[in-house]
């Protein structure tokens, strides 16, 4: 059976062999210019069909955009009188963002008189956290002329997104005393976060029955461990008047790569 099937496939080769030898030789020639002249109009039309692609196509538009940010703003000031000519104030500045804030925003504080006699300047910068009031205390200072106004400049924001970081602390027995001598508020505040805090701001306001500011201090608080409660006091050397209660806000500064740490002292973010 095998044997037939070669017979038949040698029998088609020479017919093949005898209708090609029978071919007029023009007939080669006209055969290899056609294939020759293809070749070119092949590659002519590949290229004009691709060139026709091209420059039909148009690319989808690429917007880039800058974030949208409300500058920050002083909301509130006040100069409070210590008595024997000494004084404090504070400034409260706003930012209304809701995922930046700026790790560093310089300021620059003027205490003067009405007259606009300079009694003291302060410049600094402070952390501001996204969607917050950042109350800026400012320590006892001295002067013969009584300060009436406040004057605040703000610097240039460099705004920086919130870093996905969740700390969380809470304030325990918060205590608000006041006598004849001195005014004392006192409280712990508790590290709920898995990480030892190296530092926790603790700005206070003093408010009266018209809910209106009528005293502040500062403190801090350094290395808080994981799962630790550390208590903390203000002290005012005399009475506040009308003061009924305090208001505590922490802050610590998530803008910071060193704000947190393990135990053996290392940043979580060096692991990263």
């Given amino acids: 059976m095998a044997l ?10 020479l017919i093949a062999g005898d209708l090609l030898t029978e071919t007029g030789r023009g007939w080669w020639y006209a055969l290899i210019i056609t ?9 002519t039309a590949k290229f004009l069909l691709t060139r026709a692609i091209v420059s039909s196509y148009h ?26 000519n000494a004084y404090s104030g504070y400034i409260r500045i706003k930012n209304v963002n809701l995922e930046w804030g700026t790790p560093a925003q310089r300021y620059t504080v003027e205490f003067k008189t009405l007259g606009g006699t300079l009694i003291n300047r302060i410049a600094g910068a402070v952390f501001i956290l996204p969607a917050s009031e950042k109350l800026v205390v400012f320590s006892r ?27 969380t602390v809470e304030l325990e027995r918060v205590s608000f005393k006041t006598g004849n001598d001195a005014t004392l508020v006192s409280a712990g505040i508790r590290n709920l976060s898995a990480f030892t805090i190296n530092q926790i ?12 500011v009528v ?6 608080l350094n290395q808080v461990r994981s799962g630790e409660t550390r208590t903390f006091q203000y002290v005012w050397a005399s009475p506040v ?6 208001e505590i806000v922490p802050e610590i500064n998530i803008f910071d790569r060193n704000i947190l740490s393990t135990d053996a002292g290392i940043s979580p973010f060096d692991q990263q």
């Fill in 59 to 84: 690319p989808p538009q690429v917007i880039y955009t800058e974030a949208v940010t409300v500058p920050l703003s002083v909301m509130d000031q006040k100069i409070f009188s210590l008595g024997q």
């Fill in 4 to 13: 037939n099937k070669n017979e038949r496939l040698q029998e088609w080769g």
């Fill in 201 to 212: 701001n603790l700005p206070v306001a003093l408010y009266n029955a018209k809910n209106e």
């Fill in 215 to 220: 005293g502040v201090n500062f403190t801090y």
């Fill in 241 to 246: 008047t009308g003061a009924v209660r305090a």
């Fill in 141 to 167: 200072f001295t002067s013969q002329q009584k300060p009436e106004t406040i004057q605040v400049t703000l610097e240039a924001t460099e705004f920086l997104r919130k870093p996905a970081l969740s700390l």
């Fill in 35 to 43: 294939i020759v002249a293809i070749i070119p109009m092949f590659y």
